[in-house]
């Protein structure tokens, strides 16, 4: 039997190898306003966080990558 290629399989493992989560509490009617205005705006959650993320890390020097 021949292998096929397994897309969804392959995703999760490179996901796995090369990503991580960040895991917040945070109170709900702030996170219920977060998503409100992230889909009025059409942009991402992830796509903010990230943007904050990277403005810490070269505002304070930490490495660039």
């Not at 039997?1 to 945070?26: C, P, V």
């Not at 996170?31 to 505002?59: H, M, P, R, W, Y």
Request: hydrophobic residues 30%; proline residues 0%.
């Amino acid at each position: 039997m021949e292998n096929k290629f397994d897309k969804n399989k392959y995703d999760q493992q490179y996901k796995k190898e090369n990503y991580a989560r960040i895991y917040i509490a945070l109170k709900k009617d702030k996170v219920n306003k977060f998503k409100e205005l992230c889909k009025e705006k059409g942009i991402t959650q992830a796509s903010i966080i990230e943007k904050a993320i990277d403005d810490f890390i070269n505002e304070n020097n930490i490495y660039n990558y």
